[in-house]
T-cell receptor, first 112, second 112 residues
Framework: QKEVEQNSGPLSVPEGAIASLNCTYSDRGSQSFFWYRQYSGKSPELIMSIYSNGDKEDGRFTAQLNKASQYVSLLIRDSQPSDSATYLCAVNRADDNNDMRFGAGTRLTVKP | DVKVTQSSRYLVKRTGEKVFLECVQD?????MFWYRQDPGLGLRLIYF???????EKGDIPEGYSVSREKKERFSLILESASTNQTSMYLC???????????FGAGTRLSVL
């Protein structure tokens, strides 16, 4: 079992729809969770971080964390073609601040 | 803005060559990281450095070494390049005690 699992996609949604990206992790001690966006041929850029159970909203993006289910998700409302990218889920283990684990990423395509 | 600069965007090398990948950050970050990114596998940590002259092995250090002689620069060395080291290499940096990593643009290395 991978430590951080994501559906590789591709996930395709029409413009204006809600895109839902999901991530599960295996280490119950994980405490910090991140979503990075990576455009094709570019480096990952941080878009959301979440540390406690519940929802965290930032503009059109909402991160959701459920530690009991070891599940973190990213919702993108009013999806735009410019949101088309690969989204990487990353998890930091509690006892090792230098040990960030990344999922393989979900490729999202938003169709006009 | 944090800037992490990788010296080359694309490199083509021959099997057996010694290869140097350079990374420079301008935010006085203590921690620096080298990852490789392969389709379906996500980002895998090769080496990281807590501070100058300090280094720790990541998940896949075999065939690689690193050098951190100055705080702003972290070099990845392929002692004898092999075809299975063809990959995208990403450098990242982070301030000590914080979780967020900032990535360079990446170097796509092809070993023929």
């Amino acid at each position: 079992q991978k430590e951080v699992e994501q559906n590789s996609g591709p996930l395709s949604v029409p413009e204006g729809a809600i895109a839902s990206l999901n991530c599960t992790y295996s280490d119950r001690g994980s405490q910090s969770f991140f979503w990075y966006r990576q455009y094709s041929g570019k480096s990952p850029e941080l878009i959301m971080s979440i540390y406690s159970n519940g929802d965290k909203e930032d503009g059109r993006f909402t991160a959701q964390l459920n530690k009991a289910s070891q599940y973190v998700s990213l919702l993108i409302r009013d999806s735009q073609p410019s949101d088309s990218a690969t989204y990487l889920c990353a998890v930091n283990r509690a006892d090792d601040n230098n040990d960030m684990r990344f999922g393989a990423g979900t490729r999202l395509t938003v169709k006009p | 803005d944090v800037k992490v600069t990788q010296s080359s965007r694309y490199l083509v090398k021959r099997t057996g060559e010694k290869v140097f990948l350079e990374c420079v950050q301008d935010m006085d970050h203590e921690n620096m990281f080298w990852y490789r990114q392969d389709p379906g596998l996500g980002l895998r940590l090769i080496y990281f450095s807590y501070d100058v002259k300090m280094k720790e092995k990541g998940d896949i250090p075999e065939g690689y070494s690193v050098s951190r002689e100055k705080k702003e620069r972290f070099s990845l060395i392929l002692e004898s390049a092999s075809t299975n080291q063809t990959s995208m290499y990403l450098c990242a940096s982070r301030r000590q005690g914080q979780n967020i990593q900032y990535f360079g643009a990446g170097t796509r290395l092809s070993v023929l």
